[in-house]
């Protein structure tokens, strides 16, 4: 495990400095030293924002797609997607900031579960980039291509 601090949540100058018995979370960037973090969770314990995260070193392997945990999936995503349909016809800017949020939360679920591939602009920019440069034997230079083609990109 090792420590890996959110900045947007921190507050900065406060409990996890003292605590961390390396150091590693005093950095001039904020960001947590992955080198000298031993994983002993006492910064997250002590962190007053829930800023910081105890992660592992090796992620577990996705779990395999069975079909209920993929109708749940779907069911939750259509779900979301109704809901945004529905606050998307109500006026104001809640009712659209609830639409958003609905239409975040199905692309997360989606995403997440492995069914959705980034599409801005930034992926198309990637996937030429690789495409031009020469590869080694083995790089799916087709399949770069095939998502080049069909990806439907949006920013
Ligand atoms: S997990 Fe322990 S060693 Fe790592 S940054 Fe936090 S307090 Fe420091
Ligand atoms: S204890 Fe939490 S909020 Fe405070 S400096 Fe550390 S990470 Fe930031």
Do not use: W
């Amino acid at each position: 495990m090792y420590a890996v601090r959110t900045i947007r949540l921190c507050t900065k100058d406060c409990l996890c400095l003292y605590v961390c018995p390396t150091g590693a979370t005093d950095t001039e960037n904020s960001v947590i030293d992955r080198i000298r973090c031993t994983g002993c969770g006492l910064c997250a314990k002590s962190c007053p924002s829930g800023a910081i995260s105890m992660v592992p070193d090796v992620m577990p392997p996705q779990q395999p797609k069975v079909a209920p945990v993929v109708a749940a999936m779907r069911s939750l995503a259509r779900s979301k997607s109704e809901q945004e349909t529905a606050a998307a016809a109500l006026p104001g800017v809640l009712a659209a900031a609830l639409a958003r949020s609905n239409r975040v939360m199905a692309e997360d679920l989606l995403r997440e579960a492995g069914f959705m591939l980034p599409q801005s602009g930034n992926v198309r920019a990637e996937l030429t980039a690789m495409l031009a440069q020469p590869h080694s034997e083995g790089f799916p230079r087709e399949a770069a291509q095939k998502l080049l083609d069909t990806l439907p990109f949006n920013e």
